[in-house]
């Protein structure tokens, strides 16, 4: 091997490795379980082992396997290669694969069923239509080919029958990110069939509001980084990283905005994977222009506007947390008398109803935001608003905590909230 492709292995071995990482600190996956493989210029499969501890996985643990079949590395490839290598040769636009038994799909997956990505528009966006592959046993040629069959129809995530899912990209943080906003709606589902019965959009739903998203910013003529905000763009990942690790953000879901000077903003970039997001991504947005050459995020006029009528908001975060669009999908109102803590950070929980005119969404949201701070969009997303991002960020903590323990308590008992007495007495000490 050349200089150039030695670079090249040991960056897809460190890409590979990473993405497992991201997956097991998830606890999208166990030790042994789970599968990343990335299908190079040369033809050469790079995948992980079989055998190694997912929680110590290292990127000389890498094994790759020529077109030949030549096997190169100091483990045995995974057993599942055989259907990484049928969705390979069926699908040459697909470059690279996760599989793994999260939790939330594998209790589709043994129950025989497909979660719904309608249930939440941009789960619909990154995944598309999701098969379904009927068992096989692991490492067989037949569930190669049960699972190739799927992928063939077009599909580019499926569900593996008592097994998991398998995700397909263009490359690995394409499929990461199907992988991810599957396993979150597939949560989210559960937690609305736990609530109530849950709705999800038609796809005309669907197209509309894609479209509605559509606008291009005029970009002002500089290009190149503002430094002058430096330190806040520094603020806003600091919470998307912390967003992503505590599960409340993920790849395709999470946009923070922070109000600079006047209605002036910075928001994050659509397009970019959050786990990936660097600083100099983020986007200033000035005198209503962005800044040249960078995408703000699909909902930079909906943050515009409120900036524009709330000059006490300082920072706005759109996330899709699993337990709070549980909610959204089921229609559920949210009662924040749970407990003082959430009464003192929180006013009343909107639900938004989906709406595919977006400027008729903006406008009910900017006027909601006098009486709310958390704000849940239905089948679409959650908003918070605060002062500063880490007061945004903190209802949102304490929002998807709220519907974490109220899903939970379904099973329990019958939910029996802070009286109003009490309530006007909390909001009185701190109001
Ligand atoms: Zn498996």
Known sequence: MNNASNTSAKALANLITEIMNRIYSRRMTTTSGGNISIKDTSGNTWITPAGVDKGELQPSDIVCIQPDGTVTGSHMPSSEYPFHKAIYDCRP??????????????????????????????????????????????????????????????????????????????????????????????????????????????????????????????????????????????????????????????????????????????????????WALQAGDIVKISGGKCEAGKTPGRSARLHQAIYENHPDIHSIILAQPPNLMAFGISGTPFDVHTIPESLMFLKEVVLVPFMTDFGKLTEFIVNQCSVSNAMILMNNTVLTTGNSVLQAYDRLEIAEFGARSLIMSKAIGKFKPINSQQADEIRGMFP
């Open 93 to 274: 636009d697909i470059k690279a694969i996760v599989h793994a038994h999260p939790p939330a799909l594998v209790s589709w997956s043994i129950t025989d069923k497909i979660p719904d990505p309608l249930a939440i528009f941009t789960t619909q966006r990154v995944c598309g239509s999701v098969g379904f592959a009927p068992y096989a046993m692991p490492g067989s040629q037949e569930l190669g080919e049960k699972v190739a069959r799927e992928f063939s129809k077009g599909h580019n995530i499926i569900m593996m029958e008592n097994h998991g899912a398998v995700a397909g990209g263009a490359d690995i943080a394409e499929a990461y990110q199907r992988f991810e906003s599957l396993e979150n709606c597939a949560d989210a589902l559960i937690g609305a069939n736990i609530l109530g019965k849950p709705t999800c959009l038609s796809q005309g739903e669907f197209s509309a509001f894609y479209n509605a998203l559509k606008f291009a910013y005029p970009q002002t003529e500089q290009s190149g980084i503002d430094n002058s905000d430096e330190n806040r763009r520094i603020e806003i990942l600091k919470f998307v990283q912390r967003g992503c690790r505590q599960g409340l953000m993920a790849s395709a879901a999470g946009t923070v905005s922070m109000r600079c000077d006047k209605n002036d903003f910075l928001i994050t970039p659509a397009n970019i994977s959050r």
